[in-house]
């Protein structure tokens, strides 16, 4: 692609793309107009109806690598995870005029081929990229789909060696797409990838990666990369599953991903090959459809999705906060003490370790929300952020002095669940404006669990719960002698009350939790 870029480039008076990109945003800069440029890749392919592979997983692929994909349809499939029931190919003229319209008006950074069924559609689309400059063109020989259906017949491959091939900067074959390439060669061994790599490359493209995961002669998941100079190995263990469908096509988007935030090669085939064994890893126990070849899932969700249920402000009626300090006096872990309140009745969790390590917090976290699901009981995390994402809890609850809201919110996106501190009506007011999904207030008595923490008295916290338009839970030295006086305070976003030392700095985590749901009945009862 290098060499057409220069000639558009040349016919402008421009360099270099890295001149393009330097001339086009001061163009937006003269403009006065706050831009920000967005990675983007265009697939051109086939589309899956089982939404596994093809143009499906391309733009699953990119979205997770936070990268936008335009696409160019060149077939409808007819698929699912028994097989491919039907191909209808798209017209020659119609491929030509899809990468007329994307080409021309919002110019990709990479372009990535995946089902290119005719010759007719490799000579459009090489065409096309003459017209235009591009960073770099990632092509996926899409030929027999991973359950042996032939996609792309014989008749084009010698329109991929003459035209597709030479103009490639990488070329991604498995191994029966670089037999076919290269005339039928048996390839079963290592050696035999290299050698295919190496003959591959000099048809022209500027790199080859030769995909192992067929390689019946390896225990491992081996692919062999070549940049016409040296080899390199990228091994991994093999992942059992059936549920490998589409991770040609995925593997190929993500490289273009990567060069299109401006990625070397060889780093960008690295984080492919991370991400792929990532999502396969994560999907070896989905189930979706009946037959031997389900679809990865691509964005990580699908699992987690299937566990967590959306927030529901009853969830604060009694909600426990852990505390190490107190959990260490009474020789107990945290997973104990979370196990105890969630069967003593506690509606939801929060995580509050202030003096253990990251890591073993993030452990805690990990095996408390096990516990948290079984039981449908949402687990927030305390201030931390980072252990809430990497353990895939359901929210976080955040302090005045923390982050502000509406930054976790962009971090942790639109289903977690956010709460914040808040003691006066003007930050419940911003907490709503920020995407809370409830505040707590407090504290309303005097607690040892928080030094300087000053109280607002039952008085503040219904002015507080007056002026806010979200769920209340009230936080702050609240025990079995106080917890009726608040619940009966009479507002209705009041949902609930937070304790800490009421729960776990007791012996009997479950004794303790039962008998303050038995009272906050019953101040429900008379509050109504």
């Not at 935030?261 to 999502?279: D, T, W």
């Not at 999904?437 to 008295?457: C, F």
């Amino acid at each position: 692609m290098a060499y057409f870029c220069s000639q558009v480039f040349a016919s402008q008076g421009i360099k270099s793309f890295h001149q393009y990109s330097f001339l086009h945003l001061k163009v937006m800069q003269d403009d006065n107009v706050s831009k920000v440029r967005v990675p983007h890749v265009l697939t051109v392919a086939g589309s899956d109806s089982g939404a596994g592979a093809g143009i499906q997983a391309d733009l699953k692929a990119c979205a997770a690598r936070g990268v936008y994909c335009s696409t160019v349809i060149t077939a409808v499939t007819a698929q699912n995870t028994v097989g491919v029931q039907g191909v209808n190919i798209v017209p020659e003229d119609f491929v030509a005029e899809q990468l007329r319209s994307i080409l021309s008006d919002m110019p990709p950074n990479v372009v990535k081929t995946g089902m290119l069924p005719s010759a007719g559609i490799v000579k459009t689309l090489c065409q096309s990229l003459k017209e235009f400059p591009l960073q770099a063109l990632v092509v996926d020989p899409v030929m027999v789909s991973t359950s042996g259906h032939t996609l792309a017949g014989p008749s084009i491959l010698d329109s991929f060696r003459e035209e597709l091939l030479p103009m490639a900067d990488i070329v991604t074959p498995n191994l029966k797409e670089a037999s076919a390439l290269l005339g039928g060669v048996p390839l079963e061994t290592i050696a035999d990838m290299r050698s295919a790599a190496k003959a591959i490359h000099d048809i022209g493209p500027r790199n080859v990666l030769v995909k192992g995961g067929d390689l019946p002669a390896s225990l491992d998941a081996v692919d062999v990369f070549y940049d016409g100079n040296d080899f390199y190995e990228f091994r991994s263990s093999r992942i059992m599953t059936p549920n490998t469908h589409g991770t040609g096509c995925t593997l190929a988007s993500t490289v273009a991903a990567e060069l299109a935030k401006g990625s070397q090669m060889l780093s960008a085939v690295k984080v492919a090959k991370r991400y792929v064994e990532a999502a396969l890893s994560y999907s070896k126990n989905i189930v979706i459809g009946g037959g031997c070849q389900g679809p990865i899932d691509h964005l990580l969700k699908l699992k987690s999705n299937v566990q967590r249920r959306p927030f529901d402000p009853c969830d604060l009626f009694l909600y426990a906060v852990t505390d190490s300090r107190m959990n260490k006096k009474w020789g107990r872990s945290v997973v104990d003490a979370v196990k105890a309140a969630i069967e003593g009745g506690a509606s939801i969790i929060q995580l509050r370790e202030k003096e253990v390590e990251t890591s073993d917090f993030l452990e805690a976290a990990k095996d408390c929300l096990k516990i948290c699901r079984v039981h449908g009981i949402p687990l927030l995390i305390n201030d931390r952020i980072d252990v809430a994402l990497a353990s895939d809890a359901d929210g976080v609850h955040i302090g005045q002095s923390d982050m502000p809201a509406h930054v976790a919110r962009a971090l942790l996106g639109p289903d977690k669940i956010i709460g914040v501190s808040c003691k006066r009506p003007e930050q419940a007011q911003q907490a709503w404006i920020d995407g809370a999904d409830y505040i707590g207030s407090g504290g309303v008595y005097p607690t040892n669990t928080k030094e300087n923490n000053k109280t607002i008295g039952l008085d503040g916290l219904k002015t507080v719960c007056l002026s806010s338009k979200l769920p209340v839970v009230a936080i702050g030295g609240i025990g079995m002698s106080n917890a009726q006086a608040v619940m009966e305070l009479g507002v209705p976003n009041l949902k609930g009350v937070a304790v800490v030392s009421a729960l776990f700095d007791r012996e009997c985590v479950l004794t303790e939790t039962r008998k303050l749901l038995e009272v906050l009945k019953e101040s429900t009862k008379v509050a109504n």
